[in-house]
């Protein structure tokens, strides 16, 4: 699986605060972000991709991703969220050493404002 690819050390971050954004240090951790979707809005969406386009700059130990996606709640499937994220790898060998996702976490937020007692993640609180 991907614990194979993450160096024990990788660092994985997500653009805006927590509990949007955050940091995640060390394989475990970060496998266990990537488990419970700490990041984003958390599971409970539908979700379609539009594209995902992939570059790389082997030169300097890069792989970026370009995802471009909606999202959005059963309850709600007019209401979408759509991002486009720039995921950047740093590859060191045959191991990612830290992923870095630049998102629009504001549009995160805004959804969020608008659904919170909707979506699992924050609807206890």
């Known amino acids: ?8 050390d990788v660092v994985y971050e997500m653009s805006g605060f927590p509990p949007i954004g955050g940091r995640f ?3 475990d951790r970060v496998l266990e972000s990537f488990e419970k ?16 386009d992939w570059f ?7 792989v970026f991703v370009e995802i471009y996606e909606k999202s959005w709640l ?7 969220l759509i991002v486009r994220t720039c995921s950047v790898l ?7 050493v830290s992923i870095i996702d630049y998102t629009d976490s504001q549009a995160y937020s805004e959804f ?9 993640k924050f609807a206890g609180g």
């Open 25 to 27: 240090e060390g394989r």
């Open 90 to 96: 740093t590859v060191e060998g045959d191991q990612i």
């Open 56 to 62: 790389e700059d082997p030169a300097n130990g890069k």
């Open 1 to 8: 699986g991907i614990q194979k690819v993450l160096h024990t």
């Open 112 to 120: 969020k404002d608008r659904h919170a007692a909707d979506i699992p």
């Open 37 to 52: 979707r700490e990041v984003g809005l958390g599971p409970g969406f539908e979700y379609e991709e539009i594209s995902r």
């Open 74 to 80: 059963a309850a709600y499937p007019e209401d979408l």
